[in-house]
């Protein structure tokens, strides 16, 4: 089994900036992509950022060039750097990781229990 933590989200104002961390922990070979989507009130998960195991990276358009994400594999955490935060930012966010747990294993999903980002304008 696999636990993902995440910490630092919170309140901010417009403009301002927040650091989210997730860390995962448990039974782990080798962790693949890891990801940060997000769900504001009302409407579907969306998808914010994902980094693969090699650093490549993806983001969505409503966050480039103020959101970054980063990872410490032998911490096996994942970080996103947010900046120019607007209120339209607001949303619960989420990690997303996909885990080996042995060298024979295939992978699997998990997912952080969610932290709130408050923006306020």
């Known amino acids: 089994q696999v636990q993902l933590v995440e910490s630092g989200g919170g309140l901010a104002q417009a403009g301002g900036s927040l650091r989210l961390s997730c860390a995962a922990s448990?039974?782990?070979?080798?962790?693949?992509?890891m990801g940060w989507y997000r769900q504001a009130p009302g409407k579907p998960r969306e998808l914010v950022a994902t980094i693969t195991s090699s650093d490549s990276t993806n983001y969505a358009d409503s966050v480039k060039g103020r959101f970054t994400i980063s990872r410490d594999n032998a911490k096996n955490t994942v970080y996103l750097q947010m900046n120019s935060l607007k209120p339209e930012d607001t949303a619960v966010y989420t990690c997303?990781?996909?885990?080996?747990?042995?060298?024979?294993?295939?992978?699997?999903?998990?997912w952080g229990q969610g932290t709130q980002v408050t923006v306020s304008a």
């Open positions: 997303n990781a996909n885990v080996r747990y042995s060298y024979y294993s295939g992978s699997m999903d998990y």
């Open positions: 448990g039974r782990i070979f080798r962790i693949n992509d």
